[in-house]
Structures are given as structure tokens and as C-alpha cells.
């Protein structure tokens, strides 16, 4: 089992910033992606990055240049800074880890953009 906490949600003005955290424990041997996804009202949730247990990193178009994912293997945590918010980046966000057998995903953080 793999149990997932995320952290840092909230609400920013346009162009502001956050960083998301995502602490991984239990079963984390068994972890070889991690990614961040989120879920407007509405809409079907999306993947916005992701990273492998070597730092490949991949990102949704939308999101590419403002956002960086990160991991710190020492702290068993996975970040997502984000920059130049917009209000289309209004979401629950997901954190996600893919291990054997199974994925598992934290309980979902709220960001919202807005003046």
C-alpha cells in the first residue's frame, strides 16, 4: 500500500504562484511514476506532469514554461511549482503514483485563480 498526503492548494490572483506537495510513504520501493492531475468542474480530469523514478519529466501543453514538477527521493515528496497562474488553472489537483500492481492517488487539493 501506498498512501498519499498532498499539500499547498489555495488561492492565488493571476499571475501569482504556488507549490504543491505530494509526501509519499508506505510502499514507495514500489513506485515508478509520479504525476500531478487535476480536475476542473465540469470538465474530465487531465494529466498536468509527471515524473519517472529517474527525473524524466513530461508536461501537459497547457502548463508547459510555468509549471516544474520535482522529487526529493531523500523526502519521499514530489512538487509542483507553479507559475504565472491563470484562471484556467482553477482545479482540484490530483497527486498520482503508479506502482506494481496498482496506482494510487491523494485526496485532491483545491487551486483556485482568481482577482
Known amino acids: 500500500q501506498v498512501q498519499l498526503v498532498e499539500s499547498g492548494g489555495g488561492l492565488v490572483q493571476p499571475g501569482g ?8 510513504s508506505g510502499s514507495i520501493f514500489s513506485i515508478y511514476l509520479m504525476g500531478w ?8 480530469r487531465e494529466l498536468v506532469a509527471g515524473i519517472t523514478s529517474g527525473g524524466r519529466t513530461n ?14 527521493n531523500a523526502k519521499n515528496t514530489v512538487y509542483l511549482q507553479m507559475n504565472s497562474l491563470k484562471p484556467e488553472d482553477t482545479a482540484v489537483y490530483y497527486c498520482n503514483a503508479e506502482a506494481m500492481p496498482r496506482s494510487y492517488w491523494g485526496q485532491g487539493t483545491q487551486v483556485t485563480v482568481s482577482s
Open 17 to 24: 504562484s504556488l507549490r504543491l506537495s505530494c509526501a509519499a
Open 37 to 44: 492531475y487535476r480536475q476542473a468542474p465540469g470538465k474530465q
Open 59 to 72: 508536461y501537459a501543453d497547457s502548463v508547459k514554461g510555468r509549471f516544474t514538477i520535482s522529487r526529493d
